[in-house]
Each structure stands twice: as structure tokens, then as C-alpha cells.
């Protein structure tokens, strides 16, 4: 299984994915969702492998996001094709860590930020 690790390296929940990859023998490729932004393209992919709803891939914590006030454009019918624009200008607006995972049949899982149990499902 290949598996890409998206991450900003001075955030706290990235460090704890990072330790637990490690310490679990994860092999992965770690990527700077900074200065490596995803591309609204790869976004689309995986936001399409994830199941989840758009919304869940934008870091609601961050400053970015309240000063973009993107909540309110989000709420306003942004497009989903306008959403994942914004997210592709700046990798601070992304939620992570990310992982994306190439399964044997050729399909991506895809998580969005970091909790044990479903990490472990899906990477162990």
C-alpha cells in the first residue's frame, strides 16, 4: 500500500499523526501542504474518495479561514468547483493531516485530519 502523508510540520495533530505513523511501521511519503499545496484537481479527487461532505476539508480552525470568512461564502452557495479553488490557493485553508492511501485494487482512501481508530482501520 502506498500511502501519501500531507502535513504542516509545526502543527501539533500532525506531529501526533506522524508519531503514530512511525510508530505503527506506516511506510509513507511525507508531503508540506505549504509548500507543496495540493491542486484543486487532486483535491476533487480526493474529496471524491473520502465520501465526505466538501466542507470537511477546510481547516475551520485556522486564522486564514476567519479572515477569508469562508464560512459565510460557504453558507452564501459557493459552488463546489469554487471551493476547491479557494482551498488550492493556500495550504493553510486545507484541513490536515491528510492521508491518502492507494489500496490494492487501485481505489484511494482518503482521511481527513487525525483519529486513531479510523487510521488504524484503515492503514493497519
Known sequence: MKVLFIE????????????????NGVVYESRHIVENNPKAEELRTWW?????????FFNTSGMLYRELNVKAQLDAGMTDDEALE?????????K???VISQQA???SRVLVGFKEADWQ????
Open 96 to 98: 490536515r493531516p491528510l
Open 121 to 124: 482501520a484503515a492503514l493497519l
Open 8 to 23: 504542516y510540520p509545526k502543527c501539533s495533530t500532525c506531529q501526533k499523526a506522524r508519531k503514530w505513523l512511525d510508530g
Open 48 to 56: 471524491q474518495a473520502s465520501g465526505l461532505p466538501l466542507r470537511r
Open 105 to 107: 485494487d487501485g481505489s
Open 86 to 94: 479557494l482551498l488550492a490557493t493556500n495550504g493553510m485553508l486545507v
